[in-house]
């Protein structure tokens, strides 16, 4: 039995609140305030290898009605990344998929991913749940450290495995805020960190998108000898705005304002 879309980002979202309640509490905050919470995107994060590259994790959408739109380029971060959106239902959340560039990385570096990707069986890859299925491969605290020296994202994703990395609340679709602005005061009022990495707000209206996010908790994650706290997963918000001519709401991601809300995962 395949599941359905709405079951798919159910399992991911479960996953997701186990190690980030402050992602249910604030929607749980903001249902008290009788809004309905609509998701703009979900990001998942991978290796560029032949087993786990983006389109094996692009795969599960792809089958229930997704197409990829569009591709970006984090030269910086040495990413690729893609985003999709589901062809006829758009309060369906877009997918933002990046994969890490691994061959621009150190031998050191190369040589863990190498190892992770080892220990993955490729037809569990082809499961529809492989994105919600975790770390399933060994990984010292020593070789995290060793990643997150050269790449934040590496680290993350090594640590963490198969997972959303963050949910984004679509302000839109909130009746009872307007501006992102009243949003983030709202939260910081109620006692959450946000990321101000080049400000609370990435992006402008004349880029047609803003976004800003919760600084992801540690979360004691149990590495091969030993258990240590570490950066886990953030909430996003995100205010879109109409293109000019056309109307419709810009629904692309500027690579700029990504580049910033990636470190809402920073130590
Ligand atoms: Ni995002």
């Not at 971060?77 to 893609?82: D, M």
């Given at each position: 039995m395949q599941l359905t879309v709405e079951?798919?980002?159910?399992?991911?979202w479960q996953q997701y609140i186990q190690i980030n309640p402050q992602a249910n509490k604030i929607q749980k905050l903001l249902q008290a305030r009788g809004e309905r919470v609509?998701?703009?995107?979900?990001?998942?994060?991978?290796?560029?290898?032949?087993?786990?590259?983006?389109?094996?994790?692009a795969a599960p959408f792809l089958d229930k009605g997704y197409k990829i739109v569009e591709d970006y380029d984090f030269t910086k971060?040495?990413?690729?990344?893609?985003h999709l959106e589901h062809e006829f239902d758009i309060n369906h959340p877009k997918v933002f998929i990046s994969e890490l560039r691994t061959e621009l990385f150190s031998e050191n570096l190369q040589n863990v991913i190498a190892e992770i990707d080892a220990q993955i069986d490729p037809a569990n890859v082809m499961q529809e749940l492989f994105i919600t299925s975790g770390r399933t491969w060994n990984?010292?605290?020593?070789?995290?450290?060793?990643?997150?020296?050269e790449s934040e994202y590496a680290a993350w994703?090594?640590?963490?495995?198969?997972r959303a990395n963050h949910f984004t609340v679509s302000l839109n679709h909130l009746t009872t805020f307007f501006q992102l602005e009243d949003l983030n005061e709202f939260l910081i009022e109620n006692g959450f960190v946000l990321n101000e990495s080049a400000g609370?707000?990435?992006?402008?209206?004349?880029?047609?998108?803003?976004?800003?996010?919760t600084m992801a908790a540690p979360v004691n994650v149990q590495f091969d000898h030993s258990t240590q706290p570490i950066p886990g997963c953030f909430y996003e918000f995100a205010k879109r705005y109409p293109l000019p001519e056309i109307g419709r709401l810009y629904q692309g991601f500027i690579a700029a304002s990504a580049d910033k809300i990636f470190e809402s995962t920073n130590s």
């Open positions: 079951q798919l980002f159910d399992h991911l609509i998701n703009d995107h979900i990001a998942l994060r991978t290796f560029n290898t032949e087993k786990l590259g983006i389109m094996k994790i971060k040495k990413l690729n990344a893609v990984l010292t605290f020593e070789q995290y450290i060793q990643l997150l020296r994703t090594a640590a963490f495995g198969y609370l707000i990435k992006g402008t209206p004349e880029q047609f998108l803003e976004q800003s996010s």
